[in-house]
């Protein structure tokens, strides 16, 4: 079936730059989201990728998919307290309704 | 132009009573999609609707878990006789085209806890 695997921490030193992983089952995903939740509120889309692409940048966000092994990331240069929330990869079918989520990478910002 | 609402924000029942979570899509968008965050999880669909139709309900419980989107008015996702394990945030979400398309936009969630 289809699966959205990611790690659940991740913990960082302001300024650096932070990598979140994640893999995914479904070889017919033809779309890969990234969302961001800070506590207590709904998911903000940050950015998407689709299936034919291996990268795309906008301003500190880049996404690389690697589409052979399943594994699609998400870096943010120079990480701000601001940055703090929980991030979501998901991945979603052309042919379905549903979004699949993983659980979740909660990022934590070190001073 | 508003995004997705969704009314009420927060919601505490008592176990066995009804609980109804309403959601008004983005002016425009003709279909609907209920998703469930349980604590410290991601988000698990439950059902597609268009307007006065269900097109995907396969991850909606079987028993006690109900979802219209009739012809006038917003959203409902109805749960009745809630126990302790419904307590969760669930998300609404809405996009302008058919299910293929990529977009869909969340509202804030409606947090409902059972006690």
């Known amino acids: 079936g289809e699966d959205v695997e990611q790690s659940l921490f991740l913990s960082v030193r302001e300024g650096d730059s932070s990598v979140i992983n994640c893999t995914y089952t479904?070889?017919?995903?033809?779309?890969l989201y990234w969302y961001k939740q800070e506590p207590g509120a709904g998911l903000q889309l940050l950015t998407y990728?689709?299936?034919?692409?291996d990268m795309k940048q906008d301003q500190r966000l880049t996404v690389l998919l690697n589409k052979k092994d399943k594994h699609l990331s998400l870096r943010i240069a120079d990480t701000q307290t601001g940055d703090s929330a929980i991030y979501f990869c998901?991945?979603?079918?052309?042919?379905?309704?549903?979004?699949?989520f993983g659980s979740g990478t909660r990022l934590s910002i070190r001073p | 132009n508003a995004g997705v609402m969704q009314n009420p924000r927060h919601l505490v029942r008592r176990r066995g009573q009804e609980a109804r979570l309403r959601c008004s899509p983005m002016k425009g968008h003709s279909h609907v999609y209920w998703y469930r965050q349980l604590p410290e999880e991601g988000l698990k669909f439950m059902v597609y609707l268009q307007k006065e139709n269900i097109i995907d309900e396969s991850g909606m419980p079987k028993e006690r878990f109900s979802a219209e989107f009739p012809k006038e008015g917003p959203s409902i996702l109805r749960i009745q006789q809630v126990v302790r394990g419904d307590s969760a945030a669930y998300f609404c979400?809405?996009?302008?085209?058919?299910?293929?398309?990529?977009?869909?936009?969340f509202g804030p969630g409606t947090r409902l806890t059972v006690t």
């Open positions: 990728i689709f299936s034919n692409m």
């Open positions: 979400a809405s996009s302008p085209l058919a299910a293929s398309s990529y977009e869909q936009y």
């Open positions: 479904d070889s017919s995903s033809t779309y």
């Open positions: 998901a991945e979603k079918d052309s042919s379905a309704s549903k979004i699949i």
